[in-house]
């Protein structure tokens, strides 16, 4: 297994940015599957974006044009920048590294999005 940590999450104004991080321990990083996800009160856990080892992207339409995910195997890390950021962006942020056999999730961090 993988464990993973995140941060960058915090207070924001609508139309500001922030940039999330997820620093992975543990195991193999390059051989997962990167994914960040989120879960707003009362809503069930959705996905935001995920990142292939290859560097091949995949964006909820929500996010599309907006958060970019990355990654950096050499410091085994995986980001998400998010610009543009909604008030329905408001969720805590979960970091998650999948393969064919395992799923492993981060503790969270939150973001909100207020005036």
């Known amino acids: 297994q993988v464990q993973l940590v995140e941060s960058g999450g915090g207070l924001v104004q609508p139309g500001g940015s922030l940039r999330l991080s997820c620093a992975a321990s543990g195991s193999i990083f390059r051989l997962y599957v990167m994914g960040w996800y989120r879960q707003a009160p009362g809503k069930q856990r959705e996905l935001v974006a995920t990142i292939t080892s290859g560097g091949s992207t995949n964006y909820a339409d929500s996010v599309k044009g907006r958060f970019t995910i990355s990654r950096d195997n050499a410091k085994n890390t995986v980001y998400l920048q998010m610009f543009s950021l909604k008030p329905e962006d408001t969720a805590v942020y979960y970091c998650?590294?999948?393969?064919?056999?395992?799923?492993?999730w981060g503790q969270g961090t939150q973001v909100t999005v207020s005036s």
């Open positions: 998650n590294a999948g393969t064919s056999r395992t799923s492993s």
